[in-house]
């Protein structure tokens, strides 16, 4: 897309845009562009920069923090990562080894100083879009939280017709699987974290926003119904004409259960799968290349099939079909966690 004018913008500096009301309240940061090649959180924000400058609607209360390219280098390459991608090891670091560590430094200070995260992304595979969220409350030590309810409420009001939880934990347990017995570094693990991670740890919350497709032409106008639902939600703003606050049907919610890597480059998917393909309880899924089926281990969904990845990498996640209650009962039991 050479006439995305972002292509050209400099890559030493972070562009932000701050909006302060006179009246204290929730501080939202809304994030677009941390993979270069997903444009349409940026066109979300800038429609929601003219807005704010036209004043087609006012601030009611808080901060809301607008970063449109929040990857500058990987957004000139149009590609999804400038030289690693920056949605991991996310935690400041006194010397930066890469471009990404650099971003991470200004971006990790600016997450602080907000309550609120929603990161702006699109993605490769057909499919519609989703919203990822985190754990259940939890104290234990691997992503200890409590604001789980807020997440969740949050998640129910951008509008998608999936809700994905659960990340970390099936992630750590896939590093401990590959480590077989050995300790799992903190290193190791720290490589699974992102923004979302850094903002609740932070004391925060956050919900990734897959808005469709890259080259989805519906996709900026998910990314900016969902940062005006999550305005209204917060009291921060009222909803546009046209906009419900909370979509009709609840979103189907899916937890993450398992995740299968490749191991040799042979092996093969038995069909080309896509994101959120429901499969039944021994369904093959792939074949190693010494010829044994890999096979669904229950009933449930693919999630992120990766049919090129590295042998030693995730190949594809499995999720069930979750219990869990988005919104003010969200502090349920969490049982599975
Ligand atoms: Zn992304």
Known sequence: MSSDPFARAATDSLRTHTFASLNPGPRLLVLGGVHGDETCGTAGIERLLAELDGGAFQLLRGQLTLVPVANPLARRR???????????????GAEPADYEGKVTNV???????????LDLHSF????????????????????PFARAS??????????TPIVVEGWLDIYAAGLARRASGAEVGAGALDFGRGTNEYIRNCGGYGVTLECGQHQDPQAPEVAWRAIRRALALLGMAAL??????EPPKPP???RLASVT???????????????????????P?????????????????????????????????????????????????????
């Not at 971006?107 to 995260?117: A, M, N, Q, T």
Request: glycine residues 10%; charged residues 25%.
């Open 240 to 245: 546009p004409q046209g906009l419900v606050a």
């Open 124 to 143: 490769q595979s057909e499919g519609e879009a989703f919203a990822m969220i985190g754990p259940r409350d939890n104290s234990g030590s691997l992503e």
């Open 150 to 159: 807020e997440e969740g409420l949050l998640a129910l009001h951008l509008g």
């Open 261 to 283: 890597d490749r191991l040799h480059e042979e092996d093969s998917f038995v069909r080309d799968w896509a994101t959120f393909d429901p499969v039944q309880r021994g369904e």
């Open 252 to 254: 189907q919610l899916l």
């Open 78 to 92: 149009l590609q999804r990562e400038g030289e690693r991608n920056l949605n991991r090891l996310f935690k400041p």
């Open 285 to 337: 899924i792939g074949m190693r290349h010494d010829g044994t089926l890999v096979s669904a281990p229950d009933d449930g969904f693919i999630v992120f099939p990766n049919a090129l990845a590295l042998p030693g990498a995730e190949w594809f996640y499995f999720a069930h079909p979750s219990e869990r209650v988005l919104g003010p009962a969200a502090t349920a039991p969490a049982s599975a966690a």
């Open 107 to 117: 971006l990790c200070p600016l997450i602080e100083r907000h309550d609120v995260l």
